[in-house]
């Protein structure tokens, strides 16, 4: 399954963004810890931004930078949003008001909740009227919601921006749901290459589970176990380094998904 990757963009501690990562994840530079910076989301409509939640920002912020990074018009793609938990503070904040006896639930929160509430802002601020897609797979996320892009490129022959993120919950939702860090990914996905396109990834599902491919920085290692979206950074680590690359993909207990990735041009 070949498609082609024209922008990306990154957001997680230490890793603020593309232009910030990528002499990291090549290894030309060390990789220092710092809180992640969580975006304005200055994309969205005022109205909406003040109703948005932080992880919806996250995600809609996460989105407009690879579509900018691959000068895509946000109206022509398709879209997956991937997230293991989805917004865990809302959820936390309905289940405090519902233990109230009023039970009052803000409509707001209710609408924040709902697993494709990124998509439906996203499709606010950027007029973006295509098909989208929402996926959940706990820390198989990125590895299912990256197969999902791929095929939806592949059978509709569009293009599709690819979102996966997450953002730590409050206890004691924190403890259910353990997330080291806000950390997220974005990805522009093409059907055939442009004078845009950075990389050629091939993409196969395979049988067995080998073992997932690692980071070799201890710290990064460790954000990559810790946060389900982070499970991206090997493959955003073989992009860093310009040269193929193959990399593995933990999925679905007895599967994996396979990547060879090849730089343009």
């Known amino acids: 399954m070949r498609v082609f990757v024209d922008g990306v963009a990154v957001s997680g501690p230490g890793l603020p963004d593309w232009e910030s990562a990528w002499p ?18 200055s994309q969205l409509p005022a109205g909406e931004r003040r109703r948005a939640s932080l992880p919806i920002k996250f995600a809609v912020d996460l989105a407009a930078q690879a579509a900018a990074h691959a000068q895509a018009n946000p109206e022509e793609l398709g879209v997956v949003f991937g997230s293991a938990n989805g917004d865990l503070h809302t959820v936390h904040q309905i289940c405090e008001a519902l233990a109230q006896p009023e039970r009052d639930v803000s409509p707001t929160r209710f609408h924040n909740s709902v697993h494709n509430a990124p998509a439906g802002y996203w499709s606010i601020a950027m007029k973006a009227g295509l098909a989208s897609t929402s996926v959940a797979a706990q820390d198989d996320t990125f590895a299912a919601a990256l197969l999902e892009g791929v095929m939806q490129v592949l059978a509709e022959g569009l293009s599709v921006m690819l979102a996966v993120y997450d953002v730590p919950g409050p206890p004691p939702l924190a403890s259910a749901c353990p997330t080291l860090a806000a950390f997220g990914v974005a990805l522009v996905l ?66 994996r998904l396979h990547i060879e990735l090849h730089p343009c041009g």
Do not use: N
């Open 24 to 41: 990291i994840l090549s290894g030309h530079m060390p990789y220092a810890a710092a809180p992640t910076v969580m975006p304005a989301a």
């Open 190 to 255: 093409r059907p055939a290459p442009t004078r845009m396109s950075r990389w050629r990834l091939e993409a196969s599902l395979c049988e067995g589970s080998p073992a997932a491919t690692p980071m070799s920085v201890p710290d990064l290692e460790a954000l990559r176990v810790g946060v389900s979206a982070a499970r991206a950074l090997p493959l955003l680590s073989a992009m860093a380094g310009q040269k193929p690359s193959s990399v593995e993909l933990a999925y679905a207990e007895d599967r």
